[in-house]
């Protein structure tokens, strides 16, 4: 086990709603990152942050927004839910740093409808 | 622009046999490379990592990489299958000294190994 925790471990929501996945990073980790992954593909980069402050973003539009708390704890939240934004959302957590390998948790599957 | 390419959808491999998974990649300067393996319904779990040094990386459950600059490749292997090792594998990459740990992951190969 990683020691990263990931919630809910499902959900199904409607086309248009919103969506908050959360996420406990492994003890002593100070960064945070969020991926999706949809079906058959590789996980895909969404944000990362570090010291509670947003340090990189992928390609993914403003409705999709996170939160870092002072216990690194994190939240990834999505509005205006969309039938694509069906996938496996992952958290992973390390330390500052490329060469730090990342600790992903078992992750959250969205389905929309 | 960056990416990392498994050419491979699928390896199958018979039990005791040994085992190759490939991947290339194309990003500039030196990056750092990764292996990760995914099991059903599971995340991702951290195999290997090549940072600097030895080409042949020695990883868990195992596992080895070996990294080769002038081909870009950073292929697993590993001597010799269990049955246990069937799973999806992701080679990924991350640019070094970049204050965002953006990791680049590959599409994936399945791997199948039988009895």
């Known amino acids: 086990e990683t020691g990263v925790t990931q919630s809910p471990t499902h959900l199904i929501k409607t086309r248009g709603q919103q969506v908050t996945l959360r996420c406990s990073s492994q003890s002593g980790h100070n960064t945070v990152s969020w991926y999706q992954q949809a079906l058959g593909q590789g996980p895909q980069f969404i944000f990362q942050?570090?010291?509670?402050?947003?340090?990189g973003r992928g390609n993914f539009p403003p409705r999709f927004s996170g939160l870092q708390f002072p216990n690194y704890s994190s939240e990834l939240n999505v509005n205006a839910l969309e039938l694509d934004d069906s996938a496996l959302y992952l958290c992973a957590s390390s330390l500052m740093g490329g060469s730090a390998e990342a600790f992903f948790g078992q992750g959250t599957r969205l389905t929309v409808v | 622009a960056q990416s990392v390419a498994q050419p491979e959808d699928q390896v199958n491999v018979a039990e005791g046999n040994p085992l190759t998974v490939k991947c290339t990649y194309s990003v500039s300067g030196n990056p750092y490379l990764f292996w990760y393996v995914q099991y059903p319904n599971r995340g991702l779990q951290f195999l290997l990592k090549?940072?600097?040094?030895?080409?042949l990386v020695k990883g868990s459950y195992g596992f080895e990489a070996e990294f080769n600059k002038s081909q870009t490749s950073f292929h697993l292997k590993k001597p010799s299958a269990l049955v246990s090792d069937s799973a999806l594998y992701f080679c990924a990459v991350r640019k070094p000294y970049s204050s965002a740990s953006k990791i680049i992951f590959g599409s994936g190969t399945r791997l199948s190994i039988r009895p």
């Open positions: 090549y940072i600097t040094g030895d080409n």
């Open positions: 942050y570090y010291r509670e402050e947003e340090n």
